[in-house]
Nanobody
Framework: QVQLVESGGGLVQAGGSLRLSCAASGRTFSRYAMAWFRQAPGKEREFVAT????????YYTDSVKGRFTISRDNAKNTGYLQMNSLKVEDTAVYYCAATSTVIAVPSRYDYWGQGTQVTVSS
């Protein structure tokens, strides 16, 4: 079992930045690939970014490429999502998730955090 807790969400103006953190406990964090997903009101959960177990591979959805950066510090059992140049359409609850391999499909993830709200105002 892996427990995941997100933090760092909040209210920010368009063009601003936030850094989300995902603190892991339980089994060894470095055994898992991790990802960030988001869900806006009335919409399905959407893939944002994923990173491999040792951090040497990352993959992003097109809408965040060049603006968001996923990273991890296995020594601290923590993953991150640096979000720059935020847009109103980035408003959503952001979730971190962990599974055995990098994949963009939410149903393939075994462990989820509770989510953190990100609101971008115009």
């Amino acid at each position: 079992q892996v427990q995941l807790v997100e933090s760092g969400g909040g209210l920010v103006q368009a063009g601003g930045s936030l850094r989300l953190s995902c603190a892991a406990s339980g089994r060894t964090f470095s055994r898992y690939a991790m990802a960030w997903f988001r869900q806006a009101p009335g919409k399905e959960r959407e893939f944002v970014a994923t990173i491999s177990r040792n951090g040497d591979y990352t993959y992003y959805t097109d809408s965040v490429k060049g603006r968001f950066t996923i990273s991890r510090d296995n020594a601290k059992n923590t993953g991150y999502l640096q979000m720059n140049s935020l847009k109103v359409e980035d408003t959503a609850v952001y979730y971190c998730a962990a599974t055995s391999t990098v994949i963009a499909v939410p149903s393939r993830y075994d462990y989820w955090g509770q989510g953190t709200q990100v609101t971008v105002s115009s």
